[in-house]
C-alpha cells in the first residue's frame, strides 16, 4: 500500500497563497490517481481537485482559477498551489491515493489544517 506524508498548510490571510506538497511511497506511484480533499467543520469531505499519472488535472468549480494540483513522476509527489485564498476555503486537506488497479488499494495522507482568517 502506498503510504502518503503531507507538507504545508497553516494561517493566511484572505487573498493570500499557500501551498501543499504530499509525499508518496511504497508503491508504484504511477498506478494512481492523486487527488485533493478537504473536510470543513461539519460538512462532507469533498474532492478539491485531481491528476492523473499522464497529468491530465481536473477541479472542483469552487476552486478553478486559483488551485493548481501539480505531479512529479520522479520524485514520486503531488502538490497543491492554492491562491486567491477565501475563509471558505479553510478545512483539513487530505491527500489521497487511488489506484487503478485491483493489485494496490487506496491511501489517505494524515490531513493538513488551512485557515484562511484575518
Known amino acids: 500500500q502506498v503510504q502518503l506524508v503531507e507538507s504545508g498548510g497553516g494561517l493566511v490571510q484572505p487573498g493570500g497563497s499557500l501551498e501543499l506538497s504530499c509525499a508518496a511511497s511504497?508503491?508504484?506511484?504511477?498506478?494512481?490517481?492523486m487527488e485533493w480533499y478537504r473536510q470543513a467543520p461539519g460538512k462532507e469531505r469533498e474532492l478539491v481537485a485531481s491528476i492523473t499519472a499522464d497529468l491530465d488535472a481536473d477541479y472542483a468549480e469552487s476552486v478553478k482559477g486559483r488551485f493548481t494540483i501539480d505531479r512529479d513522476n520522479i520524485e514520486d509527489s503531488v502538490s497543491l498551489h492554492m491562491g486567491s485564498l477565501r475563509p471558505e476555503d479553510t478545512a483539513v486537506y487530505y491527500c489521497h491515493a487511488r489506484s487503478i488497479t485491483i493489485y494496490e488499494s487506496d491511501s489517505w495522507g494524515q490531513g493538513t489544517q488551512v485557515t484562511v482568517s484575518s
Open positions: 511504497g508503491s508504484n506511484f504511477r498506478l494512481f490517481i
